[in-house]
């Protein structure tokens, strides 16, 4: 046996222990197993109204579409989580989400996820910027209207008053009552102790051609993911700027080496980590749980919505959902666990006739079978893919069409050994010569899963035939590569052992 076959037969062992370590470990761990989708274990039911305020007249039901699309794309990314998404009417979106509580549903669905960057200013600073500016004589324009006694306030007005005696104060300036007054603008004020300097984080800008641009979310390129911090051990999220957000990410970070720089997700701070470097494409947000950080992501990788949605209570809109139900399993548990009993009896048969039929070689046929069933489940768990009826269906024929390119070579083997070649010579032969029709069978339902996938994202079944496109496309080749390179491995090991000499193992 050669270094290269020692070296791929270490290879497929070291894969296989992989693929099943995952898939064992998280049940020893108490993880949770396969994601199953509505039809298998049902979820959660959301019914969104629409707030079209801020919305050009005649532009509603383009900005409810691309509300539709961003949380399409925050759940289903990859088009295997199978959502059912709809607009019903005008003004309402409903959204079911298989396995996820109402909160999740809520935190994913519902939460604008706008995304932008501040740094921190105290008042003294903020006040000069105001008086150089010419901004002195300032209006308040309701006496009281600003209660700030947890000086937690955002606001667009330009100034509140800080102490009590001055809410009564309709002209102040920002020079001759400094002590007292805080410009607001865009700025965001955060809790502080009694005795602390009070500070606002403004907008993070840099300039861009001359112009002065806030850094925001929307310079965000849609391929952030969920990390673990090496030093802390902690979940983060890291994210990439497109060309116009890392030069302003540079120069921004490059201005505040030492200062914090707050990362503040619909108004609230979620990180104000202190720059250490500048730093341009690249950057991480933290102080984040593992289910917070996957959320962001999604949400992130989505985009914000152009819309609030929650429901309307008279001329009040609140952000809550309008309907919250549970959704239950389309099929019940009995209907589910037949039809795993009648897959498992299926599968064993096969595998039986395998055996009986082409012996040895259907013996390694099985074997192979068995590491593409564990590399397919470990990608179903990794993705993760939210198993329907429609992916059991594609995982199903993709064993079909595995078990079929083995028989392609055992039938092409069985000819050259009965024209009396060597087994070795015979397992070459046998590979060559099938490898045509086995390569044109599995490219052929390729560009078929391509169509399907192309299709379906254009039908309101699209998360159904998209699952169902994309698990055969992946079975497909996984089923190619355990053929062409697993079993070939196995076969030519066998040459090497005594077995080979038993031609009966090889002929049925």
């Given at each position: 046996m050669?270094?290269?076959?020692?070296?791929?037969?270490?290879?497929?062992?070291?894969?296989?222990?992989?693929?099943?370590?995952?898939l064992v470990i998280d049940k020893i761990w108490g993880r949770e197993g396969m994601s199953l989708g509505l039809d298998l274990q049902g979820g959660t039911h959301l019914v969104y109204e629409a707030d079209f305020s801020e919305v050009q007249p005649g532009a509603e039901s383009d900005a409810i579409e691309v509300t539709r699309g961003?949380?399409?794309?925050?759940?289903?990314?990859?088009?295997?989580?199978?959502p059912v998404i709809q607009i019903i009417g005008d003004d309402r979106i409903s959204v079911q989400i298989p396995g996820v509580t109402a909160e999740e549903a809520k935190s994913l669905v519902g939460t604008v996820a706008e995304l932008d960057f501040r740094e921190q200013k105290g008042v003294d600073a903020t006040l000069a910027e105001a008086a150089n500016g010419g901004d002195n004589q300032i209006t308040v324009n309701d006496a009281g209207g600003f209660e700030v006694d947890d000086t937690c306030v955002l606001g667009i007005s330009s100034v509140a008053a800080i102490e009590k005696e001055n809410w009564e104060t309709r002209q102040i300036t920002a020079i001759n009552v400094s002590t007292n007054i805080l410009t607001l603008d865009s700025a965001l004020f955060t809790d502080?102790?009694?005795?602390?300097?009070?500070?606002?984080?403004?907008?993070?800008?840099?300039?861009?051609?001359?112009?002065?641009?806030?850094?925001?979310?929307?310079?965000?390129?849609?391929?952030?993911?969920v990390d673990v911090d090496p030093q802390t051990g902690q979940p983060v999220v890291r994210f990439e700027w497109n060309e116009d957000g890392a030069r302003l990410f540079s120069q921004i970070t490059g201005r505040l080496i030492g200062e914090p720089l707050g990362i503040i997700l619909d108004n609230e701070i979620i990180s104000a980590p202190t720059v250490q470097s500048q730093i341009g494409a690249t950057g991480i947000i933290e102080g984040l749980t593992y289910d917070e950080a996957r959320i962001l992501s999604s949400q992130l990788n989505g985009g914000a919505l152009p819309l609030p949605l929650g429901h309307w209570?008279?001329?009040?809109?609140?952000?809550?959902?309008?309907?919250?139900?549970?959704?239950?399993?389309?099929?019940?548990?009995?209907?589910?666990?037949?039809?795993?009993?009648?897959?498992?009896?299926?599968?064993?048969?096969?595998?039986?006739?395998?055996?009986?039929?082409?012996?040895?070689?259907?013996?390694?046929?099985?074997?192979?079978?068995?590491?593409?069933?564990?590399?397919?489940?470990?990608?179903?768990k990794m993705v993760p893919v939210t198993?329907?009826?429609?992916?059991?269906?594609?995982?199903?024929?993709?064993?079909?069409?595995?078990?079929?390119?083995?028989?392609?070579?055992?039938?092409?083997?069985?000819?050259?050994?009965?024209?009396?070649?060597?087994?070795?010579?015979?397992?070459?032969?046998?590979?060559?010569?099938?490898?045509?029709?086995?390569r044109d069978g599995n490219f052929s339902t390729l560009i078929t899963c391509i169509i399907l996938f192309w299709f379906g994202s254009r039908i309101i079944a699209a998360p159904l035939v998209m699952g169902f496109?994309?698990?055969?496309?992946?079975?497909?080749?996984?089923?190619?590569?355990?053929?062409?390179?697993?079993?070939?491995?196995?076969?030519?090991?066998?040459?090497?052992?005594?077995?080979?000499?038993?031609?009966?193992?090889?002929?049925s």
């Open positions: 050669s270094r290269r076959q020692k070296l791929t037969l270490v290879s497929i062992a070291l894969l296989f222990a992989f693929t099943v370590s995952t961003i949380i399409e794309k925050r759940i289903n990314r990859y088009g295997v989580s199978e502080h102790q009694p005795g602390e300097p009070l500070s606002a984080w403004i907008p993070s800008t840099g300039t861009i051609d001359g112009g002065e641009i806030h850094l925001t979310g929307k310079y965000l390129l849609p391929n952030s993911y209570e008279g001329d009040e809109f609140y952000p809550e959902p309008a309907v919250i139900q549970s959704v239950d399993a389309t099929l019940g548990a009995d209907s589910l666990r037949w039809s795993l009993i009648a897959g498992i009896i299926g599968l064993a048969l096969v595998l039986a006739f395998m055996i009986l039929y082409y012996r040895l070689p259907g013996v390694l046929a099985c074997a192979a079978l068995l590491i593409y069933g564990a590399i397919m489940l470990t990608i179903f198993l329907t009826l429609a992916h059991i269906a594609a995982f199903i024929l993709s064993i079909g069409m595995a078990i079929d390119a083995n028989i392609l070579i055992f039938e092409r083997m069985k000819e050259e050994l009965r024209l009396g070649k060597t087994l070795r010579a015979a397992v070459e032969a046998g590979f060559n010569r099938a490898w045509p029709a086995i496109a994309l698990t055969l496309g992946i079975g497909v080749v996984i089923s190619m590569l355990t053929a062409i390179l697993v079993t070939r491995s196995f076969l030519r090991t066998i040459v090497f052992t005594p077995l080979a000499r038993r031609g009966s193992l090889f002929r």
